[in-house]
């Protein structure tokens, strides 16, 4: 644990960077603070007469479930294949296997919650910030009473039986959150204890204190934008900025927010319902965190140890445990999610479908188009039309699933597929062409690369375009659109890649509903386009599965 706490302090010895900090903090007036009110406690801790504690899966059943359809079950991870190559994020695919004769039941589209644990080194290090008061350690169980009628904002959902810090810990609270003003206030209060690392270059307790109720001030507002809003700065870097804070258990538990359940759209099709005989697979883009040096902890400091995301890090090390140690990967929690968004094939399989996606959005339409093969299998009448457009960084190292949409082109399963990638440039006819495999001439031949398309919404329509005519596949589109009452459906990231299609197909719309040949869009109102848009999904007619 020491040796944490020194690699933590490491990367705030910038002299400069902390010269600086104390001259911008110094600006503001102590005595004229506007500070936030401090609640008051919503829940009381106290020991338990008894201590007999429930089994893991026991205390987590106890947790109410966000937008649950189903008990929360137990599984196995039973695989995990790397998709990707080279530089490419790292893209796995997972088998998860539930235990006993446990079923989901679900619809192509559905999407499955997983619960996840934080990092054994993550929680150690914030134990060691705690001050337990009466509960003495980390695994000594305690009960959580929620006072009544305190405050709408209580942590209602914590279970009302013996529970451990550690517990608690590992399965429930998000360590990483992000930093508020109201932390920064409560923290404010914590700092109580000297450097025990004996850092001449740390503050004392009483400069630390200060600087947070500066943070957490309204005449601090632009030192919180600055040093806490624009670099992310989460509870964890907090504390490592602010040695000197000791967390009373109580405010720990009442500041830090849920550790949320991560879901994920599997991309098999449901068969009767998932059991021991049909797996779940899904895919998920490990999150990664670039290593923290004094270079960009502006004076302030980074908790050092954050590599990768919580879920996903979890996972590949459970894996990893395993393949290196031959022992069994510990239970999974996992239940069925209620599909609030109905991210469904529309019911009439006349009606085509447009999906759109990038990286692991396009989980959902594997098993759309998977289900549609079953249904021509099975011998069902009409076959649906359905286009994918699908982006990522290059075809030789992030491309997913090359052979699975090779062969649903091969066999017609999808009527056509367009593939665009962010960075890579495709060398058209020139002789020095790489030897592609099989796979990625196929999807060139029946699909089609776009060589000028970068993302997505350049698959919709060309970037830079403005004016008609338009393009072949273009006018394709717009047929399936306005003439064939396609559905387009959407899945991929909520922040750039969302709105970016939906802006690239209101421009599309606006070009083809208003004016004539040499039609040029006006600026970057499109009302014919938005209003199309709008009466889509009123419609349902205009999906979105996206994700912060």
């Not at 697979?281 to 270079?295: C, E, G, K, M």
């Not at 929690?333 to 991210?343: E, H, M």
């Not at 594997?366 to 076959?383: A, H, M, Q, T, Y």
Request: proline share 7%; net charge neutral.
């Amino acid at each position: 644990m020491e040796q944490l706490c020194k690699s933590t302090n490491e990367l705030c010895l910038n002299a400069e960077n902390k010269r600086n900090v104390d001259d911008e903090f110094g600006t503001i007036d102590p005595g004229k603070l506007t500070l936030p009110l401090l609640a008051p406690s919503t829940i009381e801790i106290s020991l338990c007469e008894y201590t007999a504690m429930k089994s893991l899966h026991e205390l987590l059943k106890l947790l109410p479930l966000p937008a649950q359809s189903s008990p929360l079950m137990s599984a196995q991870l039973t695989s995990l294949s790397k998709l990707t190559r080279g530089d490419a994020k790292t893209v796995y695919r997972a088998t998860i296997i539930l235990d006993g004769d446990q079923r989901i039941e679900r619809n192509a589209g559905d999407s499955v919650g997983l619960l996840c644990k934080n990092a054994k080194i993550d929680v150690d290090w914030l134990i060691d910030r705690i001050d337990f008061g009466e509960i003495e350690h980390a695994d000594k169980p305690f009960c959580i009473h929620v006072i009544p009628g305190k405050s709408k904002s209580a942590p209602t959902w914590l279970p009302e039986v013996p529970v451990t810090v550690r517990f608690l810990l590992t399965y429930c609270f998000e360590l990483h959150a992000p930093v508020t003003r109201r932390i920064a206030r409560v923290l404010a209060t914590c700092c109580t204890r000297e450097n025990p690392l004996e850092d001449m270059s740390s503050d004392s307790s009483g400069e630390q204190s200060l600087k947070l109720l500066k943070l957490s001030s309204r005449e601090g507002s632009a030192l919180f934008d600055k040093y806490i809003r624009e670099p992310n700065f989460t509870f964890m870097d907090l504390l490592a900025s602010f040695p000197a804070c000791r967390v009373p258990l109580v405010q720990l538990l009442e500041i830090l927010p849920r550790l949320q359940p991560r879901s994920y759209t599997p991309i098999n099709p449901p068969g009767k319902g998932c059991g021991p005989a049909e797996p779940l697979l899904i895919a998920f883009t490990r999150v990664d965190f670039p290593p923290v040096s004094r270079s960009d902890t502006y004076g302030l400091c980074r908790y050092p140890h954050r590599i990768h995301g919580v879920c996903t890090g979890w996972l590949e090390r459970a894996w990893n445990s395993k393949s290196s140690n031959l022992e069994s990967v510990p239970l999974l929690g996992i239940y069925s999610r209620k599909n609030l968004n109905q991210f469904h094939l529309p019911d009439d399989v006349m009606k085509p479908v447009i999906m759109l996606g990038s990286g692991t959005g396009i989980a959902p339409f594997l098993c759309f188009i998977e289900e549609e093969r079953r249904r021509r299998l099975d011998g069902c009448l009409p076959r649906r039309d359905l286009w994918l457009i699908f982006g990522c960084r290059s075809p030789l190292t992030s491309l997913l699933f090359p052979e699975s949409l090779a062969e649903f082109l091969t066999d017609n399963v999808l009527s056509r597929a367009c593939f665009c990638f962010s960075r890579y440039e495709m060398p058209g006819d020139d002789p020095r062409r790489p030897d592609f495999p099989d796979t990625l001439k196929t999807l060139n031949t029946l699909g089609c690369i776009h060589s000028k398309a970068r993302y997505v919404q350049h698959c919709v329509l060309s970037s830079g375009r403005s004016t008609k005519p338009l393009e072949a596949h273009e006018e394709q589109l717009i047929d399936w659109v306005l003439n064939r009452n396609a559905t387009i459906m959407v899945c991929g990231e909520a922040k750039s890649l969302a709105p970016s299609v939906r802006h690239a197909w209101e421009n599309l719309l606006e070009l083809s509903l208003t004016g004539g040949e040499g039609a040029t869009l006006s600026g970057s109102e499109n009302p014919a386009g938005e209003a199309y848009i709008r009466r889509m999904r009123s419609e349902r007619r205009y999906l979105e599965d996206v994700w912060i």
